[in-house]
Structure formats: structure tokens, C-alpha cells
């Protein structure tokens, strides 16, 4: 095995391997992202039904991508011992059964606490994935794998969502959410089927201490200064992108819009933008390196945000679909970065990646509910702006001007 790893380059683009491993992973990220975020779709609904407040709402939404971050790490581990493919495998069919028992839970207090089991289960794909796209991927196509992947998770959040919000202002949330698991069943099928065997994997043992333990390993990418900016980029965007999607359905909602949820769904469309920006950002990083794409892309979301502002719908779409397509492209860019910069502990540097993203996603996404609840939609965006600023300057000031080759380890 150690023979056949120093031969393997990964597969080249275009290769039948390489196009499995495209539309394999494309699947994964619908099936991850569809589940996860359906209920987003639905929040100011799921809140009228159960009496609860739009913060409160959140919760299915926080809780599910919590359990996410805490399932990162445990699934990398897995995946170092039996393989990225096996790990990927495992947590898509547990997280495909946990997503239709959710919508059968009698009470808000089940379905959090099943949702944060889903959330463990689908963890698995998120902190595999790159590590995966590292090992079978020729080195030279991996900045337009990973854009691919991110391709796959920004329409798997639209169609859980702008599936699940027409069907539950007419059925109810219930019936959105459970037509998106099956969904989400269907598309976790179609990745197992698909995704090639590995080639490029050495099997390595599960050690929390020592040198090539769990804790050296996370250690070794915490002290990088580098490393450490790309995952609080994942942390504040992602925090910041969640919010808007949160709460805009609630803001829209309210005076002087009055737009029904089945309308509102509609707005999640701006995740087309985000599918051409993913996979666009992949080859602009090629040719004009990470860093100035990553800022620019962060200065679009920006610019995005502000448009939300203004008390016109047409625009606010507008807004929409910029801040979206500025998103996807940070997040690919940052996403497929960490591994190619990693010197050791490849897999636990993507986690990593992962635990800040969801992490981001949970707090933050929670968090800019205070504000929007105290202060109305422009508490909201002050505060999301203040996020996205805060990645621009670190950025700006760790990230390396060139690009970093990867180790190879």
C-alpha cells in the first residue's frame, strides 16, 4: 500500500474517476444540505404552530449544525482508520434515517434534541469531504473539486428549502420537511453508488496522544496563524450567512412587506447564485491566488448586506443574491484552502475548518436573533456586518500573499 500511495497523483480532470468523484460529492452535499437547513425554510411557521419565538425557532436550526461541529472531529478519526469513503458512507445513512424520524417527534423539545443527533450524523461529509477530494484528486484540479462540492451543498440548502416552505404554508411544516428527507434519501443512494474507492488513503491509528495523536495533530493547525484566520473566516461568515437566512423570512414577513412564507421561499433561489460562485471561485483562485479572492469575495457579501437595508423588495432580492454568491465563494476558497496548507493532519485541519464553520453557524446564527428581536432587521445587519468586516481584516493581515504549495503528507 505504501508503494501504490507515493505512485498515485489523483485523478486528472476529466477522468472517469474524477467526474464520479464531481457528481458524487455534488450528491452528498445536497443530501447534507437539504436536511439541515429544510427547517430554515420554515421557521416563522414552525414558530406560529408551536408558539414559540423567532429565536426560539432558531434552536432547530443552531442545534443541528452544533451537533455538526461536535461530530467533526469523531469523524475524522473514523475516517483516518477506515477510510474517508467508509466515515462518508456511514454518516450520510444514519443522518438519511434520523431526517424522516425528526418530522414524527410530538414536541419542539424531541425534535431539537434529534435534530442535534442529525447534526452529529451529518458531520461526517463536511470533515471528510476535503480530505477526501486531497488524497483521490491530482493536486492541480483541487481549488475546482472543492468549488464543485460547494456546488453540491449551496443547492442542496436551496432545494431543502424552497421545497420544504411552499409545501408547509399549504400542509404544514411537517409535510416540507419530510418531502425534503426523502429528497435527501434519494441523493444519499445516488453518492453511495458512485463514489470510488480510495486510492490515495494509508490507513493510520486512532491515538488521541503521542505524535501523530489526535491532540498533536489539532495542535500543530491551532498554532498556525494561517490556519487559524481561514477557520474563524469559516466561523464569521458562516455565522453572519445563517443570520440573514434565519431571520429574513420573519423580517419579510412583517410590515410594511406582509409576503407569505410560500413567496418568501422563493428567496432562497439566491442559492443559484451561490452554485456559480463556488465553482467560478475555484478556477479565479487558480489564476489570481486564494488570498485576493477570498477578500473580494468577503467585500461582495458586504456589499450584499447593506442592499438588505433599504425598505424596497426588488432590491432586497438583489441584496440577496449578491451577499449569497459572495458567500459560496469565500467559503470555497477558504474551504479548499486549509488542506493544501495543512502540514500534517490533513483530516483534522479540514475538521477543524468544519467545527469553526458550524460552530459559526450555531452561535452566531442564534446570537444575531438577540439583535433581531431588540432591535428589528437593522440590529440584524449591523451586527452581520460587524462579522464580515472582522474576516476581511484578519484576512487581510495573516493569510500569505502566495499561494502555499501542499506538504503531501
Known amino acids: 500500500m505504501g508503494s501504490s500511495r507515493r505512485v498515485w497523483e489523483g485523478y486528472d480532470r476529466g477522468s472517469p474517476g474524477y467526474k464520479r468523484i464531481l457528481v458524487a460529492l455534488l450528491c452528498a452535499g445536497v443530501a447534507t444540505f437539504a436536511q439541515l437547513y429544510s427547517v430554515q425554510g420554515v421557521l416563522p411557521i414552525m414558530a406560529q404552530d408551536l408558539d414559540i419565538d423567532a429565536a426560539q425557532a432558531a ?43 425528526i418530522n414524527v417527534m410530538p414536541t419542539f423539545e424531541s425534535l431539537v434534541g434529534l435534530r442535534f443527533l442529525e447534526g452529529v450524523a451529518l458531520g461526517g461529509i463536511p470533515a471528510v469531504a476535503m480530505a477526501y477530494l486531497a488524497e483521490e484528486v491530482n493536486p492541480r484540479y483541487g481549488a475546482v473539486a472543492a468549488g464543485t462540492y460547494i456546488s453540491g451543498t449551496s443547492l442542496g440548502g436551496l432545494s431543502g428549502r424552497i421545497v420544504a416552505a411552499p409545501l408547509a404554508d399549504f400542509f404544514g411544516w411537517r409535510v416540507g420537511t419530510s418531502v425534503v428527507a426523502l429528497i435527501a434519501a434519494a441523493a444519499a443512494v445516488t453518492f453511495i453508488l458512485l ?33 487559524v484566520t481561514l477557520y474563524l473566516q469559516g466561523f464569521l461568515l458562516m455565522g453572519g450567512f445563517v443570520a440573514v437566512y434565519n431571520y429574513i423570512g420573519f423580517h419579510l414577513g412583517d410590515e410594511p412587506f406582509n409576503v407569505p412564507q410560500s413567496v418568501v421561499s422563493l428567496l432562497f433561489l439566491a442559492y443559484l447564485s451561490g452554485t456559480w460562485s463556488s465553482a467560478r471561485a475555484g478556477s479565479l483562485a487558480d489564476r489570481f491566488g486564494r488570498r485576493p479572492v477570498l477578500i473580494t469575495a468577503a467585500l461582495i457579501m458586504l456589499g ?39 502540514t500534517e493532519g490533513r483530516a483534522q485541519a479540514s475538521s477543524l475548518y468544519t467545527l469553526f464553520y458550524y460552530g459559526g453557524s450555531s452561535a452566531l446564527g442564534y446570537a444575531a436573533g438577540i439583535a433581531f428581536t431588540s432591535a428589528d432587521w437593522g440590529g440584524a445587519t449591523l451586527c452581520i456586518g460587524a462579522l464580515i468586516v472582522i474576516a476581511i481584516v ?16
Open 59 to 101: 434552536l432547530a436550526v443552531s442545534t443541528a449544525t452544533l451537533g455538526l461541529a461536535v461530530g467533526v472531529i469523531p469523524w475524522s478519526l473514523v475516517s483516518d482508520r477506515w477510510g474517508r469513503r467508509c466515515a462518508m458512507v456511514a454518516a450520510i445513512s444514519c443522518a438519511a434515517v434520523l431526517g424522516v424520524l
Open 195 to 227: 463514489i470510488p474507492r480510495q486510492r490515495g488513503f494509508t490507513p493510520q491509528p486512532v491515538r488521541l496522544t503521542g505524535e501523530q495523536g489526535l491532540i498533536a495533530h489539532l495542535w500543530v493547525n491551532l498554532k498556525d496563524a494561517r490556519l
Open 304 to 342: 450584499g448586506l447593506l442592499l438588505t437595508v433599504l425598505p424596497w423588495l426588488p432590491v432586497i432580492v438583489a441584496g440577496l443574491l449578491v451577499f449569497t454568491a459572495g458567500f459560496f465563494a469565500a467559503h470555497s476558497v477558504a474551504n479548499g484552502w486549509v488542506p493544501a496548507m495543512a
Open 394 to 409: 484578519l484576512a487581510a493581515i495573516f493569510l500569505p500573499r502566495r499561494p502555499v504549495a501542499p506538504s503531501g503528507n
